[in-house]
């Protein structure tokens, strides 16, 4: 198991040596640390979890043109290659496939103790400081507006109304970040999403002060 992981590891550098900020190695790093985390107070199959979560970001999606289907492929390649045994590899490349906060407004067909963990991870690192630090470097990356009040959230959105949105950074605090506290999955991510939530309320709260010049 250790040498799997490190040549994954090793793998998903390379990979990932040219990605955007907030969905790069040091982000899958966060993610499987948090696995690890979680994974201390939960039963689940470890290897599954952690290649999952190492895996999970290979190919994104919102890189790729809206490929669905590119990161599962690239995952399951190495994997075999790696020589890892046909039941962990579909397993890993049914959580990269639908663990994602766009794949949970759509229907989804598999659910497993290992994809509550490894998407618990990941939703983790989506609030609290490092979550704002994303937002707004994707939001860069993407040259979409800071905040624009004319512009209102949208609640309650597609999953492909979400995929398509080039709302202003400020709303996808509403359209995902201060949704993700109720969304988690096991009890060591609840009490963690908790604190980071309530940064995310203070900075908002503050952001909105220095907005509109009140302090």
């Known amino acids: 198991m250790e040498q799997i992981i490190k040549h994954t590891i090793a793998f998903v550098k390379q990979q990932l040596s040219d990605a955007e900020g907030g969905h790069d190695w040091f982000h899958i790093e966060r993610v499987w640390q948090n696995t690890l985390l979680i994974l ?3 039963q689940a199959d470890r290897l599954i979890c952690e290649l999952a979560a190492l895996l999970h970001d290979v190919a994104d999606s919102k890189f790729h043109g809206g490929d669905e289907e590119l990161g599962p492929a690239i995952a399951e390649k190495f994997l075999r290659e790696q020589q890892v045994a046909k039941h962990i590899i579909n397993e890993v490349k049914l959580i990269i496939k639908n ?3 766009k794949a949970s407004l759509g229907k989804l067909d598999y659910h497993s103790k290992e994809m509550d963990i490894v998407q618990d ?5 989506a609030i609290g400081a490092i979550g704002i630090a994303r937002a707004f470097n994707y939001g860069g990356f993407k040259n979409r507006a800071i905040h624009n009040p004319d512009i209102k ?11 398509n949105t080039q709302a202003p950074t400020i709303n996808h605090f509403y359209e995902k970040l201060l949704l993700l506290k109720d969304k988690m999955n096991t009890g060591t991510a609840k009490a963690i999403a908790a604190q980071r939530h309530r940064f995310m309320e203070d900075f908002l709260e503050q952001f909105y002060a220095e907005w509109e010049g009140k302090r």
């Not at 991870?121 to 690192?125: E, H, I, P, S, V």
């Not at 959230?153 to 995929?163: G, Q």
């Open 99 to 101: 663990m994602s906060y």
């Open 40 to 42: 201390e107070q939960e």
């Open 153 to 163: 959230p949208e609640l309650n959105m597609s999953k492909e109304a979400y995929k």
């Open 121 to 125: 991870a990941d939703r983790l690192d």
